[in-house]
């Protein structure tokens, strides 16, 4: 058996080599822990930044379809209050004019537009842009819709002052109070639409009180023979009071109803033998006397110029004619203010019923 002797030297340069090798291996070691625990660290960080941005995506997908459904709506609303326009105001000049002025962004759509609107045809359109296109369109049609409401009650109520009613005085109205449960959003809140909506519900008022006017004769082109007022009575020569128009006429000759309304009575009252009388609403009455026969019922729904009754002479007269009287609330009233009233006033009569009915008609 040989033995190999080391010097200390050897031993110290063997010991060091093999000590420098185990440095080696473990730098080489921490070395590749470490990169692949920044690897690892760096996918963690892709896929969360990827799981962010897909986040960021989806939600801002979300809220491009809210913008887009913003901007549908109030393009819906806007339709709404064109129709809206043209149903009371269509045949409105002043009306129309003042939305001429707008800028043509601002100008309603022409009708082909208006049932497909170039902005829904295109959803890539910034809504944001459409939903300020449709505010100033907006802002104008509440301003010239509250402009026109206005001066049309303006007219209204000059023509009731010409035929002796009070048009600011309230109008009647009445019925349970029976509370109103809407929701927040379908009140409006913003003043211009409070304006407006007070506006049309005054202009709605006063114009259904002048188509209510009863200014139709109700017996065409019979001759008068006795007014309005005192008059001394035909049966004891004593002054009295006459609280209607007589109208002499053939016996059985057609009486019309002077203006809309809704029959609410036929039968016989004492002194005027038999009667028809006709409810226009806002307190207005009229009655039809002394009548030989009827052509209405209690209920039924009458125009201006239909046929209600016959004349004839039944009750307190002395011969065939047709007593007619206006009521104001109860109160005997001259009806020649409402029959003879001036062109003007039969005018803003004519146009406030054209306008009640194409608006009726679009509903």
């Known amino acids: 058996m040989r033995y190999l002797r080391l010097g200390a030297g050897v031993q110290r340069k063997a010991a060091g080599l093999a000590l420098g090798a185990a440095g080696l291996w473990l730098a080489g070691t921490a070395g590749l822990i470490g990169w692949q625990a920044w690897t690892s660290w760096q996918n963690r960080d892709m896929a969360d930044r990827a799981a962010a941005l897909a986040q960021a995506e989806v939600r801002v997908a979300a809220e491009r379809r809210s913008a887009e459904q913003i901007a549908r709506d109030v393009e819906s609303r806007q339709q709404q209050l064109e129709s809206l326009f043209k149903s009371h105001f269509g045949d409105d000049?002043?009306?129309?004019?003042?939305l001429e002025d707008a800028p043509a962004a601002a100008r309603p759509a022409p009708p082909a537009a208006v049932a497909q609107p170039a902005a829904l045809?295109?959803?890539?359109?910034?809504?944001?842009?459409?939903?300020?296109?449709m505010d100033a369109r907006q802002d104008r049609l509440v301003a010239a819709m509250t402009q026109a409401a206005a001066r049309r009650t303006a007219r209204a109520e000059a023509a009731l002052l010409a035929v002796g009613l009070q048009p600011r005085a309230r109008l009647a109205q009445?019925?349970?109070?029976?509370?109103?449960?809407?929701?927040?959003e379908d009140a409006p809140t913003d003043p211009a639409l409070k304006r407006l909506e007070a506006t049309l519900l005054r202009m709605e008022q006063v114009e259904s009180l002048i188509v209510a006017l009863p200014s139709g004769s109700p017996a065409v082109g019979m001759q008068t023979t006795s007014g309005f007022g005192t008059r001394y009575d035909p049966f004891n020569g004593q002054r009295a009071m006459h609280a209607g128009i007589d109208f002499r006429g053939p016996h059985g000759s057609p009486i019309r109803s002077a203006a809309p309304g809704r029959v609410s009575f036929v039968g016989v009252k004492s002194g005027y033998g038999n009667v028809v009388e006709v409810d226009h609403g806002h307190g207005l009455l009229t009655r039809y006397?002394?009548?030989?026969?009827?052509a209405a019922r209690v209920g039924d729904r009458v125009d201006s110029g239909d046929t209600i009754a016959r004349m004839g002479s039944t009750g307190r007269s002395t011969g065939t004619h047709l007593h007619f009287e206006?009521?104001?609330?109860?109160?005997?009233?001259?009806?020649?203010?409402f029959l003879e009233a001036n062109p003007h006033v039969l005018e803003v009569k004519a146009d406030a019923r054209e306008r009640v009915s194409g608006r009726d008609a679009t509903v």
Do not use: M, S
Not at 93 to 98: D, G, L, M, T, V
Not at 121 to 133: E, G, H, I, S, T
Not at 289 to 294: I, K, S
């Open 93 to 98: 000049p002043e009306a129309a004019r003042a």
């Open 289 to 294: 006397a002394h009548l030989a026969g009827f």
């Open 121 to 133: 045809q295109q959803p890539a359109a910034d809504p944001a842009r459409r939903v300020k296109l």
């Open 174 to 184: 009445g019925g349970p109070f029976l509370p109103w449960r809407a929701k927040r």
């Open 326 to 337: 206006v009521r104001v609330n109860g109160a005997a009233v001259n009806p020649r203010r």
